[in-house]
């Protein structure tokens, strides 16, 4: 049965279908060249929703060749500074000129179109049906895997940061990793009678901002964890380069290990050393990973989608004193 056009949700916050079906013939042009002219046949709304909304498509070909396309929409939902969210366009950049020679395996993306109705920015990657976010399987080995890919990723473009294809990506700098300190500080001073170690962790911090600066450099993710990379029989799909920048390679580790239990983050941080150095880490590891561990906490709250309530604010407060507690920077 054809799925029609049915519900405010599709008028809303998605392309009409006339205008997927243009965009989608625009994206698998080289599909369409071998299999003939392609239909929508089904359309459902991804459950797995976080920045943006997305649906599975299934497209049919004339030759019966079928293809199950993720379309991942923008349509009112552009972030704005000071998120480190850089939009669908970014990310489609992403996968062309980062992901695309890289040789680690990555999610295939067709491409990204314009709809012709709106203006606004559609990534079109396939679909895995079998696939999970890293987060729940229960495969033992989909941590490992993780940590193995982010490491050899890495190596392989702090190697290649010289591609003019690359431009397009962001650097951080002084002023990004002073912001996310003077944000918290912000929103942290109506709670200034509750939290009074908060100005030795933020000294802690903002002394360690030219060390951040000063680091050696990859292209990272950003905000690499568990739930932003699929696990697909043993694959390793990471998803979500909207944050994808030039920065220290010490910053996606503290945000991939930022909310673990203490032994864990040893065991995580061992693998990943042992993956990208066989144990033996560079002069001023140790120190890169507590200032980007800092960066973590400090920007974890205000740099991704939703409100700052009293909530959440003091949530975070409680976290980041839990970890300040844990790195020995306050005291009980």
Excluded at 148 to 162: M, P
Aim: hydrophobic content about 45%; proline content about 8%; charged content about 25%.
């Amino acid at each position: 049965m054809l799925m029609t056009e049915p519900s405010s949700s599709f008028s809303m916050d998605r392309p009409s279908r006339a205008a997927l079906k243009r965009g989608l013939a625009a994206v698998l042009a080289a599909e369409i060249a071998a299999h003939g002219p392609l239909r929508i046949v089904h359309r459902r709304e991804n459950p797995l929703v976080s920045s943006y909304v997305a649906d599975i498509v299934q497209v049919r070909f004339a030759d019966g060749h079928r293809e199950q396309v993720l379309c991942k929409f923008a349509h009112g939902r552009e972030l704005t500074p000071p998120t480190p969210h850089r939009g669908l366009a970014h990310e489609a950049g992403v996968y062309a000129d980062v992901l695309g020679p890289c040789p680690l395996e990555s999610p295939h993306v067709f491409g990204a179109f314009t709809d012709d109705e709106t203006g606004e920015v559609v990534l079109v990657m396939r679909f895995y049906p079998d696939a999970v976010p890293a987060a729940k399987s229960t495969d033992p080995a989909a941590v490992d895997s993780l940590i193995r890919w982010l490491a050899a990723f890495h190596e392989w473009a702090g190697s290649r940061l010289a591609d003019p294809r690359w431009a397009f990506l962001p650097r951080y700098d002084a002023e990004l990793y002073a912001m996310w300190l003077d944000r918290t500080c912000e929103h942290a001073a109506p709670y200034a009678a509750e939290c009074p170690w908060l100005a030795r962790v933020a000294d802690a911090y903002r002394e360690r901002i030219p060390l951040l600066v000063a680091s050696p450099v990859t292209v990272i993710h950003g905000e690499f964890t568990t739930r932003n990379a699929l696990w697909d029989h043993g694959r390793i799909l990471p998803i979500d380069w909207e944050t994808a920048a030039i920065g220290p390679a010490e910053v996606d580790l503290a945000v991939f290990t930022y909310d673990w239990h203490p032994e864990n983050i040893a065991v995580m941080e061992r693998k990943y050393l042992e993956a990208r150095w066989g144990g033996a880490p560079p002069e001023g590891y140790r120190e890169r990973l507590l200032a980007a561990r800092l960066y973590a906490a400090f920007h974890w709250l205000f740099g991704t989608p939703g409100g700052c309530g009293e909530e959440r604010i003091r949530t975070h407060l409680r976290e980041l004193h839990a970890e300040a507690l844990r790195w020995g920077i306050v005291a009980e």
